[in-house]
């Protein structure tokens, strides 16, 4: 699987590139799907996470003091200092690496799909992502409550795509695109519009 998700991967963050690719100056201050983030918070995220190992992800904890949110911060901080054409062109650098922090393998496909709809839902950029690795994704977060409490999220409801043969778990149906339900199994309200059925608003509850 490990050598599986790398040419999605690849491939999503060539075209996340391309989208942004004469992206004006002021667009890239907008609010992206990740609370207190811009889009361009997101990308530097998504570069300094390209640029991470296991050995400088702990390194890089412990001189954060543990503090994850923090450690976050300071990379996002450095990857942007630059601005949004350094940023960008950053990205376009670490478009075929295979470097990742520790985790699960499918988490590493999940960022590039993830964190590029953080950012092409706002700016109002459309993308067709390859449906296969979107509910692979969606069902690995649907199964894990590291970092983003997806798991619990979604307990006892049933996810359904409506553009692919797709579902998980049991309960009250919400049905979508494969794409809405990865964003809302991983706290993104804005897909929940995108969705329908009795177990919507159980989601939203949450």
């Known amino acids: 699987m490990a050598n599986d998700i ?19 100056p002021e667009r890239w201050r907008t609010p992206s799907l990740c609370t207190d983030w811009t889009v361009h918070d997101v990308l530097a995220h998504m570069v300094s996470t390209a640029k991470l190992t296991p050995p400088a992800f702990f390194a890089g904890l412990l001189g954060a003091g543990f503090r994850f949110e923090r450690f976050t911060a300071k990379r996002i901080a450095a990857e942007s ?18 470097s990742a922090p520790p985790g699960p393998t499918l988490s590493w496909l999940g960022e590039a799909l993830v964190h590029a709809e953080d ?12 449906v296969d690795a979107v509910t692979k994704v969606t069902a690995f977060y649907a199964g894990s409550n ?5 798991k619990r999220r979604v307990a006892g409801v049933t996810l359904r795509a409506t553009d692919t043969d797709w579902s998980h778990g049991s309960g009250p149906v919400v049905s979508g695109p494969a794409r809405a339900l990865m964003l809302a199994t991983t706290g993104r309200t804005a897909a929940l519009d995108e969705l329908t059925g009795p177990g919507v ?5 949450r």
């Open 6 to 24: 790398w040419p999605v991967v690849h491939a999503e963050r060539r075209a996340l590139a391309a989208d942004l690719d004469g992206l004006a």
């Open 81 to 98: 200092a630059g601005g949004p054409a350094a940023t960008l062109a950053a990205f376009r650098a670490v478009e075929t690496s295979t």
């Open 119 to 130: 950012i092409r839902r706002p700016l109002g950029i459309a993308h067709d992502y390859p």
């Open 146 to 150: 590291v970092l983003i409490g997806g």
């Open 201 to 205: 608003e159980i989601l939203r509850s």
